[in-house]
Nanobody
Framework: QVQLVESGGGLVQAGGSLRLSCAAS????????MGWFRQAPGKDREFVAV????????YYADSVKGRFTISRENAKNTVSLQMDRLKPEDTAVYYC??????????????????WGQGTQVTVSS
């Protein structure tokens, strides 16, 4: 069992930056692939970024590539999402999620077993 708690959301102007953090409970955190997803009002949840259990491999949605950076510190049971050059279309609730299958870097939300409660990110124009 893994419990996830996101923090770091807020209101920022376009072009600004935010850093989201996700704190995980559980001794086996380092074995989970960790992902970030987001859901804007009236839209489906979408994949943002994913990082392998050891942190050596990452993958991003095209819409955030070059602007967002995912990282993790297994010793601290945390995964972060650094978001730079934010755009109004980045406005959404952001969720971190854990996938126990270390053999894949999934972009599909249904393959993640554990989810946080989400944190709101609002980018004003």
């Amino acid at each position: 069992q893994v419990q996830l708690v996101e923090s770091g959301g807020g209101l920022v102007q376009a072009g600004g930056s935010l850093r989201l953090s996700c704190a995980a409970s559980g001794r086996t955190f380092s074995r989970y692939v960790m992902g970030w997803f987001r859901q804007a009002p009236g839209k489906d949840r979408e994949f943002v970024a994913v990082i392998s259990w050891i942190g050596g491999t990452t993958y991003y949605a095209d819409s955030v590539k070059g602007r967002f950076t995912i990282s993790r510190e297994n010793a601290k049971n945390t995964v972060s999402l650094q978001m730079d050059r934010l755009k109004p279309e980045d406005t959404a609730v952001y969720y971190c999620a854990a996938d126990p299958d270390g053999g894949r870097l999934s972009t599909r939300g249904y393959e993640y077993d554990y989810w946080g409660q989400g944190t709101q990110v609002t980018v004003s124009s």
